[in-house]
């Protein structure tokens, strides 16, 4: 079943798209540490395949997809035709243009398509974002308040995320590029396909310059109805708060809602006609805790509180990385020479061994590969410190540290 220079990324498509495998399979096969990632879940099914440690479901399903290799590598080329012939860009988890706001929520695709301009993406973790849904039949109330809001949300470079339907969404992107903001239509087709039809102009004016259009579904997908819950949980997580302009009592924007509360997103509702059938499920919103929709400054208010939250986050994580990447040196110097090491350094290493567990001071010795004699004075100096202990013939951090 060989097949010589292909995508990891897009084969990871065509497999989970295609085939019985599913997210269940893979987390088994990384868990058993069978895969690095999904990115090698194809090298895995083309080379020696066995039962053996695999539950029965996952063996199935993995060597059903293998007895098709024809057929896989069939779906492949059209695939890779149409993201050639569309500019699709295809965006997996661990690129640089992959949303950052989407690392902290679970269940998030592991590769996603893009058309336009894949920067906005950026824009979404440097601005913030705001997501915008409502009603496909809105009225004149609603349509006016999305085109106010939208127009000053924007106009302060926060990006405007929506999902491409007519009403509300058409709406929110035209009054996003309006006010030469950035938009980005979550679809729940491929990338290849404009959904609904008629709002084929508003799909490439967004391609060609206002912003994006996104999927986490491949080109030839198609448009199926269980595609549209899923589309709106990205748009929710998409987006640092969510705007509810108006929506009925059991709308599809409900299910938009109800993910952004779920993902930790601020929802505010435009307070609107407690007469209309398609205000009701909005209305029930804030009766529910919603926010309800005043002013421009709190939707603002809320997206610069995410931002800097998670710039903040940013910030510590790369102190981590930093840290993690000063450790594995030192371990490498060890592994040459442990004699060039300085006291400073080893002392870096037994911290961060005591950030696991408690150990002995042998047990630290032959984890380090650092000889006894070498050690012990750095351990009798941190212990002198202050910053680790020793118990039971243990040594521990501190709780300071």
């Given at each position: 079943?060989?097949?010589?220079?292909?995508?990891?990324?897009?084969?990871?498509?065509?497999?989970?798209?295609?085939?019985?495998?599913?997210?269940?399979?893979?987390?088994?096969?990384?868990?058993?540490?069978?895969?690095?990632?999904?990115?090698?879940?194809?090298?895995?099914?083309?080379?020696?395949?066995?039962?053996?440690?695999?539950?029965?479901?996952?063996?199935?399903?993995?060597?059903?997809?293998?007895?098709?290799?024809?057929?896989?590598?069939?779906?492949?080329?059209?695939?890779?035709?149409?993201?050639?012939?569309?500019?699709?860009?295809?965006?997996?988890?661990?690129?640089?243009?992959?949303?950052?706001?989407?690392?902290?929520?679970?269940?998030?695709?592991?590769?996603?398509?893009?058309?336009?301009?894949?920067?906005?993406?950026?824009?979404?973790?440097?601005?913030?974002?705001?997501?915008?849904?409502?009603?496909?039949?809105?009225?004149?109330?609603?349509?006016?308040?999305?085109?106010?809001?939208?127009?000053?949300?924007?106009?302060?470079?926060?990006?405007?995320?929506?999902?491409?339907?007519?009403?509300?969404?058409r709406a929110a992107h035209e009054a996003a590029m309006r006010a030469s903001g950035t938009t980005?239509?979550?679809?729940?087709?491929?990338?290849?396909?404009?959904?609904?039809?008629?709002?084929?102009?508003?799909?490439?004016?967004?391609?060609?310059?206002?912003?994006?259009?996104?999927?986490?579904?491949?080109?030839?997908?198609?448009?199926?109805?269980?595609?549209?819950?899923?589309?709106?949980?990205?748009?929710?997580?998409?987006?640092?708060?969510?705007?509810?302009?108006?929506?009925?009592?059991?709308?599809?924007?409900?299910?938009?809602?109800?993910?952004?509360?779920?993902?930790?997103?601020?929802?505010?509702?435009?307070?609107?006609?407690?007469?209309?059938d398609n205000c009701i499920g909005g209305l029930r919103l804030i009766n529910d805790g919603a926010?309800?929709?005043?002013?421009?400054?709190?939707?603002?208010?809320?997206?610069?509180?995410?931002?800097?939250?998670?710039?903040?986050?940013?910030?510590?994580?790369?102190?981590?990385?930093?840290?993690?990447?000063?450790?594995?040196?030192?371990?490498?110097?060890?592994?040459?020479?442990?004699?060039?090491?300085?006291?400073?350094?080893?002392?870096?290493?037994?911290?961060?061994?005591?950030?696991?567990?408690?150990?002995?001071?042998?047990?630290?010795?032959?984890?380090?590969?650092?000889?006894?004699?070498?050690?012990?004075?750095?351990?009798?100096?941190?212990?002198?410190?202050?910053?680790?202990?020793?118990?039971?013939?243990?040594?521990?951090?501190?709780?300071?540290?």
């Open positions: 079943m060989a097949f010589e220079g292909y995508d990891r990324n897009l084969m990871y498509s065509v497999l989970i798209n295609n085939t019985e495998i599913d997210s269940k399979c893979i987390s088994e096969l990384t868990d058993k540490g069978l895969i690095g990632s999904y990115k090698e879940l194809f090298e895995y099914i083309c080379g020696g395949l066995k039962e053996e440690g695999l539950t029965g479901r996952t063996f199935v399903r993995l060597n059903e997809a293998k007895s098709m290799p024809d057929k896989i590598k069939e779906i492949y080329r059209r695939y890779e035709e149409i993201i050639s012939k569309c500019g699709i860009t295809i965006i997996p988890d661990d690129s640089g243009s992959y949303p950052g706001i989407w690392k902290e929520l679970s269940g998030m695709p592991k590769v996603i398509y893009g058309r336009g301009d894949i920067s906005s993406l950026k824009k979404v973790d440097d601005n913030g974002s705001v997501s915008v849904v409502g009603s496909r039949n809105p009225g004149r109330y609603s349509l006016y308040a999305t085109g106010d809001f939208v127009s000053k949300i924007a106009s302060k470079d926060v990006v405007i995320v929506s999902g491409l339907a007519i009403g509300i969404d980005i239509a979550v679809l729940p087709s491929g990338c290849d396909e404009v959904y609904p039809l008629q709002n084929r102009d508003l799909f490439e004016r967004i391609t060609g310059g206002g912003g994006m259009v996104l999927s986490e579904m491949p080109p030839l997908s198609g448009v199926r109805k269980q595609y549209f819950p899923s589309r709106n949980r990205l748009i929710s997580a998409l987006s640092d708060c969510c705007l509810i302009m108006e929506a009925g009592e059991f709308s599809g924007t409900l299910h938009t809602a109800s993910f952004a509360a779920y993902q930790g997103r601020d929802v505010f509702v435009l307070p609107n006609n407690i007469y209309a926010s309800i929709l005043l002013s421009v400054d709190d939707v603002i208010d809320s997206v610069t509180s995410r931002l800097l939250y998670r710039k903040t986050d940013k910030m510590v994580l790369n102190d981590k990385e930093e840290k993690r990447r000063l450790i594995e040196t030192i371990r490498a110097k060890v592994s040459k020479d442990c004699s060039g090491v300085s006291d400073e350094e080893i002392a870096m290493l037994v911290k961060d061994e005591l950030e696991v567990r408690d150990l002995t001071a042998d047990e630290l010795s032959k984890r380090l590969g650092i000889p006894f004699f070498l050690l012990s004075q750095v351990l009798s100096d941190m212990e002198l410190s202050g910053s680790i202990g020793r118990e039971k013939g243990k040594f521990a951090l501190t709780i300071s540290l």
